[in-house]
């Protein structure tokens, strides 16, 4: 074979395809569905995925008060902060942080299946996450997909 009858496909910030997509989290599990969330954000459901390019989809969801989780984690599961001083450390379970910010347990577990780098936090922001079934996003005409 003399010629090769394809090219590798590098994608740069110009050649991106970006979409909006709308993910309805009713009855969804928390990890499943984030690992799927996340998987989209990054771009890794793309043939043209890059590594170091932000080349996936801005995600919003909806009825994230609605999410699941298995077992016990809803009572027995700690999200640690520190406040970053002496004796600050603080526990949450994730039935305490739904009744304060019901938004923040699907935030959470996106953003910590996203890279630990400055391009994580770059495609951190393209996550949306609603507690209704109401959005602002309609402009964009996104899509509904089931996961």
């Not at 039935?95 to 910010?101: N, R, Y």
Request: hydrophobic fraction near 35%; proline fraction near 5%; charged fraction near 25%.
């Amino acid at each position: 074979m003399n010629t090769l009858s394809y090219k590798t496909v590098s994608a740069n910030a110009k050649t991106v395809n970006k979409q909006w997509v709308v993910v309805d989290a009713q009855g969804e599990i928390l990890g499943r569905l984030s690992s799927k969330i996340a998987m989209i954000i990054r771009g890794k459901h793309k043939p043209e995925f890059t590594p170091n390019v932000d080349c996936g989809d801005n995600v919003i969801v909806i009825n994230a008060d609605k999410v699941k989780l298995t077992g016990n984690k809803f009572s027995d599961k700690q999200y640690v902060s520190y406040t970053g001083y002496p004796g600050g450390q603080k526990f949450i379970s994730p039935k305490e942080l739904m009744a304060k910010h019901p938004t923040r347990v699907v935030e959470k577990a996106v953003r910590g299946m996203l890279p630990k780098t400055k391009l994580g936090k770059k495609l951190y922001t393209n996550l949306f996450v609603y507690a209704g079934d109401a959005h602002p996003h309609s402009a964009q005409a996104p899509k509904t997909i089931k996961l």
